[in-house]
């Protein structure tokens, strides 16, 4: 069965960094590409970044652009999520998601990490 | 943009739901996608390329359009259905979720 554990958020103040982890397994992780996605409370979906299967090639979201960095360690089977500078609107559950093939659709969620930003 | 309609929609078990999805730019049909959130749970795949049934998605779920009108239907609705739903296209970056239709029981 495919699993994706995500884990690290915690409360963390404005302007301040946090790193998520995506821990997976029932697949081979070097051959997919992944992506992380956020819910804000209250509010809808957001696709937050994206990333190839060798790491070469990441994509983000406009709202996230220069202050997050999406990598992977395929050694590890796991995908992370590095977020700096932080602000109030980055408070959401994050999930990370997988593809069957190519980048999309998502087959597969984890259970999502909740991370807030407050002071 | 997607802009989903209607924003809620309240129906009764054994209705049928219509879902609406509109995109502000034409988008290629193999990247319309709809995903199913219930609170507490992860999203979960619906219809991808459109039209096409994730693997154990029930035959009472079905998507429908092109270019920039697309559409989810349930034909019967279950108690399981009641969530809220949506749209996702990945033709242009940054792809793009709708703000989701809730559908709930009336």
């Known amino acids: 069965d495919v699993q994706l554990l995500e884990s690290g958020g915690s409360l963390v103040q404005p302007g301040g960094s946090l790193r998520l982890s995506c821990a997976v397994s029932?697949?081979?992780?070097?051959?997919?590409?992944m992506s992380w996605v956020r819910q804000a409370p209250g509010k809808g979906l957001d696709w937050v970044s994206a990333?190839?299967?060798?790491?070469?090639?990441?994509y983000y979201g406009d709202s996230v652009k220069g202050r997050f960095t999406i990598s992977r360690d395929n050694s590890k089977n796991t995908l992370y999520l590095h977020m700096n500078s932080l602000r109030a609107e980055d408070t959401a559950v994050y999930y990370c998601?997988?593809?069957?093939?190519?980048?999309?659709?998502?087959?597969?969620w984890g259970q999502g990490t909740l991370v807030t930003v407050s002071s | 943009v997607l802009t989903q309609s209607p924003g809620t929609l309240s129906l009764s078990p054994g209705e049928r739901a219509t879902l609406s999805c509109r995109a502000s730019q034409s988008v290629s049909s193999d990247f319309l996608d709809w995903y199913q959130h219930k609170p507490g749970q992860a999203p979960r795949l619906l219809i991808y390329g459109t039209s096409s049934r994730a693997t154990g998605i029930p035959d009472r779920f079905s998507g429908s359009g092109s270019g920039t009108d697309f559409t989810l239907t349930i034909t019967r609705l279950e108690p399981e259905d009641f969530a809220v739903y949506y749209c996702q296209q990945t033709a242009h970056s940054p792809w793009t979720f709708g703000q989701g239709t809730k559908v709930e029981i009336k």
């Open positions: 998601a997988r593809p069957d093939s190519g980048w999309t659709p998502f087959n597969s």
């Open positions: 990333i190839s299967r060798t790491g070469e090639h990441t």
């Open positions: 029932g697949f081979t992780f070097s051959n997919s590409a």
